[in-house]
């Protein structure tokens, strides 16, 4: 059974930095992609980062070069370093997993079929 637990979110103010994690459990990390997506209030839940079992990694137009995935193999932890926060940034942020022998990873929610509980992440101005 996939597990996924995030942890590290919280309030920041505009310009700051936070860290999230996400331990994953229950499945092999050669065969899946694994990321950050997120929901804003009345917003539908967009893709913010993946990392696919070869390193691989996509973005979303709005979070380049702002934020960074990265992965703990051994420990099977997901990061998403997360610097130069803007108010927008503001929501809801998962972990997602999904499962896959594709050889290339997507940053659309409805390909993951795995997802934690969420960590909220909230920006001022």
């Known amino acids: 059974q996939v597990q996924l637990v995030e942890s590290g979110g919280g309030a920041v103010q505009a310009g700051g930095s936070l860290r999230l994690s996400c331990a994953a459990s229950?499945?092999?990390?050669?065969?899946?992609?694994i990321g950050w997506f997120r929901q804003a209030p009345g917003k539908k839940r967009e893709g913010v980062a993946v990392?696919?079992?070869?390193?691989?990694?996509l973005y979303a137009d709005s979070v380049k070069g702002r934020f960074t995935i990265s992965q703990d193999n051994a420990k099977n932890i997901l990061y998403l370093q997360m610097n130069s926060l803007k108010p927008e940034d503001t929501a809801m942020y998962y972990c997602?997993?999904?499962?896959?022998?594709?050889?290339?990873?997507?940053?659309?929610?409805?390909?993951?079929?795995?997802w934690g509980q969420g960590t909220q992440v909230t920006v001022s101005s």
């Open positions: 229950g499945y092999t990390y050669r065969s899946a992609c």
């Open positions: 997602a997993v999904e499962l896959t022998s594709r050889g290339y990873c997507v940053i659309v929610p409805s390909f993951y079929d795995y």
């Open positions: 990392i696919g079992s070869d390193g691989d990694t």
